[in-house]
């Protein structure tokens, strides 16, 4: 066994968890290069199928580090119900890895157009309505019960605001939480390009406010990221290419104090950097929570 094998293998570690977002440019690196990491994280939909190569790594992978599936396909806002083929395919990567975490987000990503159900290849908002929060609960229970476990539900990154809303976005959460059992994912930097992007003059305020808006027990994970950055009056997006900014390192120290050792995520999904630059965000993630948290609270 490599050395970095034994470092992933090594559990438990006390304290928050910490993990990244596994890429296909660091599957070598995972398995080679010693990173002391307490997680990693894939998007579901890239294992699906039987055999592979992409589920044999995976697999791999698993027998060193806790894996955590994090799906982007689900549309749990859709009209449309979840496709017949999606579930059983999840259930089954789920089956295979035994993933710490599953999650998905607040979204929708199906329509009907010309007769035909079309996907959107992108994650897209729904409106905070009774009509949206109903339909989101019947698909969160139907995903739970085929699962068998409880499912995180991730904030969006919004480039535009709805109209129709009957509650705010906390509002909304709180509420598929209470009528689901579901968890939350917060997504800190998500929250920190809705807030610069709506014009918001104290972005800090108004994140705690946000977090201090949802029920602390329903918070099962945080994802932190960096973004590109844009001139003044330019629209920010969240891109997941740059190291986690400055803002959003104090937002996650807010976030510890609110919820405790929260697993946490480092997410780089564009412009990938080196295997060692992206293992030492975590790091940095680490110090932040044993600063903030007394160390195994």
Same mark, same amino acid.
């Given at each position: 066994m490599s050395e970095a094998l034994k470092v992933g293998k090594e559990k438990p570690r006390k304290g928050t968890a910490i993990g990244v977002g596994l890429r296909h440019a660091h599957f070598r690196d995972v398995l080679t290069a010693p990173a002391p990491l307490d997680f990693v994280e894939v998007h579901s939909e890239n294992f699906f199928g039987k055999g592979g190569a992409a589920r044999a790594f995976l697999l791999e992978v698993a027998q060193y580090y806790p894996v955590s599936l994090h799906s982007t396909a689900m549309g749990l806002g859709s009209e449309s119900a979840i496709?017949?083929?999606?579930?059983?395919?999840?259930?089954?990567?789920?089956?295979?890895?035994?993933?710490?975490?599953?999650?998905?987000?607040?979204?929708?990503?199906?329509?009907?157009?010309?007769?035909?159900?079309?996907?959107?290849?992108?994650?897209?908002?729904?409106?905070?309505?009774?009509? %949206? /929060?109903?339909?989101?609960?019947? &698909?969160?229970?139907?995903?739970?019960?085929?699962?068998?476990? !409880?499912?995180? $539900? #991730?904030?969006?990154?919004?480039?535009?605001?709805?109209?129709?809303?009957?509650?705010?976005?906390?509002?909304?959460?709180?509420?598929?939480?209470?009528?689901?059992?579901?968890?939350?994912?917060?997504?800190?930097? %998500? /929250?920190?390009?809705?807030?610069? &992007?709506?014009?918001?003059?104290?972005?800090?305020?108004?994140? !705690?406010?946000? $977090? #201090?808006?949802?029920?602390?027990?329903?918070?099962?994970e945080l994802h932190l990221a960096g973004c590109s950055p844009v001139a003044a009056g330019e629209l920010m997006i969240d891109d997941h290419a740059r190291p986690v900014a400055d803002e959003v390192w104090w937002l996650y120290a807010f976030a510890l104090e609110r919820f405790g050792p929260v697993p946490t995520l480092i997410e780089w999904d564009n412009d990938l950097p080196d295997w060692q630059v992206l293992t030492a965000e975590a790091e940095k993630a680490r110090k932040i929570a044993e600063e903030v948290l007394p160390y195994g609270h």
């Open positions: 496709p017949d083929s999606y579930m059983p395919e999840l259930k089954r990567l789920a089956e295979d890895v035994e993933p710490c975490l599953i999650s998905d987000h607040v979204a929708f990503s199906r329509a009907e157009w010309l007769g035909h159900i079309v996907h959107s290849g992108d994650l897209l908002p729904v409106v905070f309505d009774r009509e %949206n /929060l109903f339909r989101m609960v019947a &698909n969160i229970d139907h995903v739970q019960k085929v699962l068998g476990r !409880r499912l995180l $539900l #991730e904030n969006l990154s919004a480039y535009l605001t709805l109209p129709g809303s009957e509650m705010s976005e906390t509002e909304f959460l709180t509420a598929l939480t209470q009528e689901t059992g579901c968890g939350l994912l917060v997504d800190l930097n %998500n /929250l920190y390009v809705n807030a610069k &992007n709506q014009g918001v003059e104290n972005v800090e305020r108004y994140v !705690r406010r946000w $977090l #201090e808006s949802i029920p602390a027990e329903a918070v099962g």
